[in-house]
């Protein structure tokens, strides 16, 4: 069974030969797994990815417009969003962290008029090598960070402002948001049109908003239903109208929305952060099992603190539990961080491949 | 219509509450302007209402968002007050050293609890985020406040344990790294 096969199968909620396996993780710590599996300075990302049994990979398209913001001393810029980094290290590695939000106290004109990328600004020419090189994969469009709503508002004006604006409906936001959702919408749309003009098929469309707390919901269900609801529709029919599924990360405590991404046509979830409120591989059985597919719940914050033996005991039990009811793809929770000992992360695919199989 | 005193303290309270600051504003005005005592409008208005928000947070009937909002109402409210309290002769109930440990620049949890410290005249001495070890000694020396505060995502706020220095400190932490437990105190002396 190819990849394509088994990823298609799995979000259809049925059993394919074993379960689907993705990966993801911070920069340092891919590096030391790298090394310690002997794969050298040259190898690829598709090298570890086939020695794990990754069966996802993503397409996507360069940005190659104008800078629309201007360059800060001592940050890095994203060029589309305005979104402003510094390298912040720690004693195992560092996240490129935001440090400056230029819409931070900003007045109504000036998020109005905040830009966003223009979807004919990307070099779509490279669509159809990735699809030829990824034929037997499960190949996806868009990411966790579409459109995250609160977070790259937060990553602009600052979290407190954007959950304060959210909540008020400033109607400056509220313009902004859907200026961006339109890019992002626009960019999707123009890269599925280039996946299907190379002969290829995306196998579904991922999107994100990090709607928990740890222990609780991050928004009220009403703020849910005004802001959120609306936006999160348009991505899951345009997906539909190409045929392809839509899978939402949500971040913490989160199922407590999964009755109305349900509602809207979602067909999966992803990162289930099995250590947050009403999250459990067990709940999400009871809850959700056969009405949506899984993908992730394997926690990050334990693969970096556990044993192996007992990493691989926390992956059978999860397997055990999510398997039955079809539609599981092991995956962690969040990038494997960078204080992550490699032989947790090899315990735990390792994990994957021993009873992940149906 | 005339609102009675009492109900101009219970709507400072529940317009807080809804996060509506002009009106919060306003009715913190009217009661300065009938005479109320500052230190009343205060508590039975402003800290009144925030207790309660504190409240349906806690049993989760609302979220971050509408905190937020409210707090924003406070200190509309608060700085209507501000010039008639003052010089009250009052002081703070206690100081706190509030900070996000380095290594992480977050700071919404930092700032709920800073809010909601103030509340409760708290004299909240903010260091901000990616705060080093140094200055965190630094500024425990220099005001020698009862608790420290330190929040991060990562783990580094287990390494902030050892910023501990003097005797009759509290230390607190809030981070994701104590899986759902937000606030967790450290005595080194418990008294």
Known sequence: ???????????????????????SSNKTVNRR?????????????????????????????????????????????????????????NEFGGYDDFCYFPLKDAEPEEIEAFPAPDPDDYDYSAVAEQVKKYKDKAIYVGNA????????????????????????????????????????????????????????????????????????????????????????QKFIDLAKSYGIPTMIHTCGCSSWSYESFIEM???????????????????LKEHFGGRLAF??????????????????????????????????????????????PVENIVAMYNAAHKYGVY | MEYTNEELFAAASLNLQRGRARQVGECVRELIDRGMPPDEILNRGLIKGMEEVGLRFRDNE??????????????CGMNVLRPYIVDDGRKPVGQVVLGTVRGDIHDIGKNLVRMMMESKRIEVIDLGTDVTAARF??????????????DSISDAVRRAKAYAG??????????????????REVRKDAK
């Not at chain 1, 990849?3 to 993705?22: F, G, H, N, W, Y």
């Not at chain 1, 909540?167 to 599925?192: F, I, P, Y």
């Not at chain 1, 046509?265 to 709940?283: I, R, W």
């Not at chain 1, 556990?306 to 929770?333: H, N, R, W």
């Open chain 2, 166 to 183: 003097e005797e009759d400190l509290i230390l607190a932490f809030g981070s994701l790294s104590y899986q759902g437990a937000l606030i």
């Open chain 1, 295 to 340: 993908h992730g719940c394997i926690s990050t914050a334990q693969i970096a603190t556990m044993s192996a033996e007992d990493i691989d005991k926390i992956c059978k039990q999860t397997l055990e539990t999510l398997m039955p009811v079809g539609g599981y793809c092991f995956a962690p929770t969040h990038m494997i961080q960078d204080n992550t």
């Open chain 1, 145 to 232: 960070g579409m459109p995250d709503i609160i977070n790259s508002m937060g990553r602009v004006m600052g979290m407190e402002d954007a959950l304060v604006n959210l909540q008020l409906g400033d109607e400056a936001t509220m313009v902004w948001v859907e200026k961006k959702t339109n890019s992002e919408l626009g960019r999707m749309e123009r890269l599925l049109e280039a996946i299907k003009k190379a002969g290829g098929e995306a196998d579904f469309m991922w999107m994100g908003e990090d709607l928990g707390t740890q222990i609780a919901p991050m928004i009220s269900m009403e703020l849910f239903n005004r802001v959120f609801r609306p936006v999160h």
């Open chain 2, 137 to 150: 000694v630094q500024a425990v020396r220099q005001y020698n406040p009862k608790v420290q505060a330190a």
């Open chain 1, 1 to 23: 069974m190819t990849s394509k096969e088994r990823v298609r199968m799995a979000l259809a909620l049925e059993k394919p030969d074993r379960v689907p396996i993705d990966y």
């Open chain 1, 33 to 89: 797994l790298m090394d310690a599996l002997g794969l050298g300075i040259n190898a690829t990302q598709d090298d570890l990815y086939e020695l794990l049994g990754v069966d996802f990979r993503g397409i996507g398209a360069r940005y190659i417009g104008p800078a629309l913001f201007p360059e800060r001393p001592g940050m890095k810029v994203n060029p589309e969003y305005g979104y402003y980094s510094r390298w912040i290290e």
């Open chain 2, 62 to 75: 609302i979220f971050v968002p509408e905190v937020l909002v409210a707090a924003r109402a406070m200190i």
């Open chain 1, 265 to 283: 046509g979602m067909k999966a979830v992803d990162t289930l952060q099995p250590e947050a409120v009403n999250m459990s591989p067990a709940y």
